[in-house]
């Protein structure tokens, strides 16, 4: 039987090593999804969902609610992949485009799918990247956003929208 976020934050204040572990294996590709949403880099996503572990093990006992760690972890992630962006001037794509199309092609084409997420706020990219990149349910963006799965569906519903307006392109 697998032990709740609760139970497993619980134990990790204890100092039980294994239960953290749970935790991040867990919550770890959502942390990377998260990061990679503001950095628009894997690696660097990587690095920042690990530092944003590590910064959760060391104020872990400041959770109030371990019912919300993968909230509270989002939290944690954004602000650190937030100032890692800040500290970067490069920004790499998304998800790497293996046969681009030309540049100025207007058939809605990867890069021109690229271009069009960048141009979303923050809060919609996420939501795509973590869906459709990340492959996570509306659920679990939910539980890690505190929102509800209906909140989730209409910022991707939205950013859809958004997305087929930039692309000059109707919404199917």
């Known amino acids: 039987m697998e032990r709740s976020d ?4 619980a ?3 204890q100092g039980d090593v294994d239960s953290f572990r749970q935790l991040y294996e867990r919550h770890y590709r959502l942390a990377v999804g998260i990061a990679r949403s503001r950095l628009r880099d894997l690696h660097l996503a990587e690095d ?26 989002g939290t944690i992630c954004r602000r650190t992949a937030s100032k890692a962006a800040k ?34 706020s923050d809060a919609s990219r996420e939501v795509v990247v973590l869906h459709y990149f990340s ?5 679990q963006i939910a539980q890690s956003l505190g929102v509800s799965a209906a909140a989730v569906h209409g910022r991707l519903q ?11 392109t109707s919404e199917e």
């Open 6 to 9: 609760a139970e497993l934050v």
């Open 11 to 13: 134990a990790a204040c």
């Open 48 to 73: 920042a969902a690990q530092e944003a572990f590590a910064l959760a093990c060391r104020q872990l006992a400041t959770l109030r609610d371990g019912r919300r760690f993968a909230e509270w972890l």
């Open 87 to 120: 500290a970067k001037t490069i920004h790499a794509p998304l998800i790497e485009v293996t046969a681009s199309p030309r540049p100025d092609s207007s058939d809605g084409g990867p890069t021109n799918v690229l271009v069009a997420l960048e141009k979303l």
């Open 135 to 139: 492959g996570f349910s509306h659920e």
């Open 158 to 168: 939205r950013a859809r929208r958004d997305l087929a307006k930039e692309l000059g």
